[in-house]
């Protein structure tokens, strides 16, 4: 393995200082250094829903595979991200996958079979615990966490699954237009790991094996140029992402006084005016933001027991993964929320860079969070016409770190693939496609692996671009959009398939992550089985028939209900 021509990155240890555990100690040198090899059918890297979507697509169809996952939870957006499900409003029957269904199905049992829920909440057909307004599912990630294990469990057992927790892949030795093995790096243990199989998966977060194999990739905002959509920018810029967001969890104790220390960076964030076109409403922790859809400013409520705060959405229910009334009395002093909110959007820079970079904004970014907890502890305003809820408390239990944040950040976009296809607005986009083909429905995709639903929602961007959120309709997801133009071996599972920074706003939230994923998995199962390649699947309309036949007998639907 010495031969190997990797190319590299060089690795810092991430941001996984909130780690609950540290395996180095006693450790000899030449074990931390320690390389050796695995093989598999399919390598997936990366944790998140794409990629436990295209493990367990994978794995039901006979193949071996290795996996890697930077931090010790997989589960990606769901768990270690602490963000509730975003999903269309007929999610409960069709519009993704079977297995996608069966996973939310198996949260509720979770539920069901260990918590102490009331009579009328175990009754519930769609119980939904923490009654969120933004999700009909909002849970607890450890929840999630667990049942994808459950889920994952058979496999690992008979040693068709190596999950390899902690590791980052950091080289890849590439020929040609083809990757022939991959170099991950335990980030504690700090021992490598080479990883060959005929096929690979990117399921990152930020698209990392795009850079590192050579594959071409699109980043940022393309120019209405070059993508003539409407809503796209005048000029191209690669720097030109979304927020991220590092999620936590509070719950809230009357009476009680959890006031913590005022944060370092609090006067500066206490004061931050988001420098954004259209220009946002005032100050950043306010409870006045910019609407979304009309930009104009939107006053919202804050209340953390719950209580309804006039026409003014509580920021407190509209993530809140625990809904005391569902649970016997007793079982909890307050309700548990998450914060994934306009007042903890990260706009001060790009997430994408290296590691020392990434690192020093997700620590401000856990900054913003700690003064977003002060303010809301000692100065919002209160129904009453007094300042702060001293009994709200930030849950450092939740999400399973030492600080109480996410042991990732929330990122919205990644790098995305130069594909065969590319999804434009005018295919999903409502107004666009109305103007360009006179349509009332999406583009119906030939090649479709999938469907999915949610509005093109862009959050405002690290280089001053207030929101965008448009209309959208039902779509589908074309194969030539998970198929890099030059590479043969290597397929996205998330973000970064061929889209753009417009429709990226509608293909990066939890159920059509999954599909992504899922048929991705199963696409390699196909195409190592009659011993071809996803290009020529695609392009020989028998064999992208069989193939479709194929993931819609295992419950992948590629087309909407009429």
């Not at 914060?339 to 903890?344: A, C, D, G, L, S």
């Not at 030539?480 to 293909?507: D, E, V």
């Amino acid at each position: 393995m010495n031969r190997r021509n990797f190319i590299e990155l060089g690795v810092s240890g991430g941001i996984l200082s909130s780690c609950p555990f540290i395996l180095t100690s006693g450790m000899s040198e030449a074990a931390r250094t320690e390389r050796r090899e695995l093989s598999a059918d399919v390598v997936i890297a990366g944790g998140g829903l794409g990629g436990c979507a295209a493990a367990l697509g994978a794995l039901r169809n006979g193949l071996r595979v290795a996996w890697t996952e930077e931090t010790d939870w997989i589960g990606g957006q769901i768990t270690q991200q602490g963000v509730p499900p975003d999903e269309h409003p007929w999610i409960e029957t069709h519009g993704a996958t079977k297995l996608y269904r069966d996973f939310r199905t198996a949260i509720r049992n979770y539920y069901i079979r260990n918590y102490p829920l009331t009579d009328g909440a175990r009754a519930q057909r769609y119980l939904n615990p923490g009654n969120g307004a933004v999700s009909r599912l909002c849970h607890e990630p450890k929840v999630a966490l667990a049942v994808l294990h459950e889920m994952l469990a058979p496999y690992i057992s008979a040693g068709k699954l190596n999950l390899l927790l902690h590791h980052k892949i950091v080289g890849a030795d590439v020929t040609g237009d083809s990757v022939k093995a991959l170099k991950a790096v335990h980030l504690l243990r700090k021992n490598e790991t080479v990883l060959t199989a005929p096929y690979f998966v990117d399921a990152t977060e930020q698209g990392d094996l795009l850079p590192l194999t050579g594959t071409e990739y699109v980043s940022g905002a393309e120019s209405r140029e070059q993508t003539k959509e409407l809503h796209a920018a005048e000029k191209a810029d690669p720097l030109n992402q979304q927020a991220f967001t590092v999620c936590f969890a509070l719950d809230y104790e009357k009476d009680a006084d959890h006031v913590i220390e005022k944060p370092k960076e609090y006067d500066f964030w206490k004061n931050y005016v988001p420098e954004l076109t259209p220009a946002w409403s005032g100050k950043l922790l306010d409870l006045t933001y910019s609407q979304p859809t009309t930009l104009l400013p939107k006053t919202l409520g804050f209340h953390p027991e719950g209580t309804a705060t006039g026409d003014a959405l509580n920021l407190w229910n509209y993530r809140r993964i625990i809904h005391r009334n569902n649970f016997t009395e007793g079982s909890y002093t307050g309700d548990v929320t998450i914060v994934n909110w306009p007042q903890n959007d990260y706009l001060l820079g790009n997430p994408d860079g290296d590691d020392k970079k990434f690192a020093r904004h997700v620590a401000r970014a856990k900054q913003l969070n700690l003064s977003l907890i002060y303010w809301l502890q000692t100065e919002v305003p209160r129904p009453d016409g007094g300042q702060g809820w001293k009994g709200v408390r930030l849950r450092r239990d939740i999400l399973g770190t030492d600080d109480g944040m996410a042991k990732y950040p929330y990122i919205r976009e990644a790098k995305r693939i130069k594909a065969l296809f590319t999804v434009l607005e005018e295919h999903v986009g409502k107004e666009n496609r109305k103007m360009v083909s006179g349509e009332d429905t999406a583009a119906e995709f030939h090649d479709s692996v999938g469907v999915g639903y949610y509005a093109i929602d862009l959050h405002p961007t690290c280089r001053g671009n207030n929101y965008i959120d448009i209309p959208s309709l039902p779509f589908r997801i074309p194969l030539g959009a998970l198929i890099p133009q030059r590479m043969n071996n290597l397929l996205p599972a998330c973000k970064n398939i061929g889209a753009t920074h417009i429709t990226n706003g509608c293909y990066r939230v939890h159920p059509v992550e999954w599909s992504i994923g899922e048929a991705v998995g199963m696409l390699v199962k196909y195409a190592l089985q009659k011993k071809t390649t996803p290009r020529s699947i695609r392009e020989n309309a028998g064999q992208l028939a069989d193939f479709q036949a194929m993931i819609r007998a295992q419950g992948i639907e590629t087309s909407w209900k009429s």
